[in-house]
């Protein structure tokens, strides 16, 4: 099993989740974090001051799937979360050991 992990622009989170809920992805878990890349966040103005915004809001998604489903995976949140634009975001994959539904204890693919 893979654990997929994806930080996107909040504006798109919609669009990836449809794209992943058409490949059959049943369940994920979204977060609310901030951080910067090479972006390195801007500059703003407020009420005639500038100040900097280093720490930008992103979201993170987190899906653990089954190897066949990764690599299409990867290409539907690539494709869904695009906008060309610096700060698009990043995929990571990591190996998922083991899974364990708490309700049946049902294990490793059943349990996704």
Same mark, same amino acid.
């Given at each position: 099993?893979?654990?997929?992990?994806?930080?996107?622009? !909040?504006? #798109? =989170?919609? @669009?990836?989740?449809? /794209?992943?809920?058409?490949?059959?992805?049943q369940g994920m878990t979204?977060?609310?974090? *901030?951080?910067?890349?090479?972006? #390195? +966040?801007?500059?703003? $103005?407020? *009420? +005639?001051?500038?100040?900097?915004?280093?720490?930008? !809001? #992103?979201?993170?998604?987190?899906? @653990? $799937?089954? !190897?066949?489903? $990764?690599?299409? /995976?990867?290409? /539907?949140?690539?494709?869904?979360?695009?906008?060309?634009?610096?700060?698009? +975001?990043?995929?990571?994959?990591?190996? =998922?050991?083991?899974?364990?539904?708490?309700?049946? +204890?049902? /294990?490793?693919?059943?349990?996704?």
């Amino acid at each position: 099993m893979k654990m997929l992990v994806a930080i996107i622009k !909040p504006f #798109k =989170l919609d @669009a990836v989740r449809e /794209a992943l809920a058409d490949l059959g992805v049943q369940g994920m878990t979204v977060t609310e974090v *901030r951080g910067f890349g090479r972006q #390195k +966040g801007h500059t703003e $103005l407020y *009420r +005639g001051a500038e100040y900097v915004v280093d720490l930008l !809001p #992103k979201i993170k998604l987190e899906v @653990a $799937l089954a !190897p066949d489903q $990764l690599d299409p /995976a990867i290409e /539907a949140i690539s494709k869904a979360a695009r906008t060309g634009q610096i700060g698009d +975001g990043k995929v990571f994959v990591y190996d =998922l050991e083991q899974t364990i539904r708490i309700r049946t +204890g049902e /294990a490793g693919i059943e349990a996704v």
